[in-house]
């Protein structure tokens, strides 16, 4: 599976953003989709998360901003970025989980790098 992240680039503190990360090649059975971000410094941390059941999952920080979503017609993740802080600046990266339980495999995109500016 080879994953291409887009979408980042220099916003606007309170500006909007969305990052796609699109799959290629051996897609099927791919269960979770996720988006990551590192901060210059930082640890990656997640950002969101989509199961293969639809659910998601935010960080506390993103809650009520950011919006992951699939459409599993392109095998492309989204992540919808509104009301943009500075502390939203890092590398996102995107996550996908082939299989479930044990036998997982995971794949990482390259990272789109988002700069909020306040």
């Known amino acids: 599976v080879q994953l291409q992240a887009f979408g980042g680039g220099l916003v606007q503190a309170g500006g909007s953003l969305r990052l796609s990360c699109a799959a290629s090649g051996s897609t099927f059975s791919i269960n979770a989709a996720g988006w990551y971000r590192q901060a210059p410094g930082q640890h990656r941390e997640l950002v969101a998360v989509t199961g293969g059941g639809g659910n998601t999952n935010y960080a506390d920080s993103v809650k009520g901003r950011f919006t992951i979503s699939r459409d599993n017609a392109k095998n492309t993740v989204y992540l919808q970025m509104n009301s943009l802080k500075s502390d939203d600046t890092a590398v996102y990266y995107c996550?996908?989980?082939?299989?479930?339980?044990?036998?997982?495999?995971?794949?990482w995109g390259q990272g789109t790098e988002v700069t909020v500016s306040s």
């Open positions: 996550r996908l989980q082939k299989g479930v339980g044990p036998a997982s495999s995971y794949y």
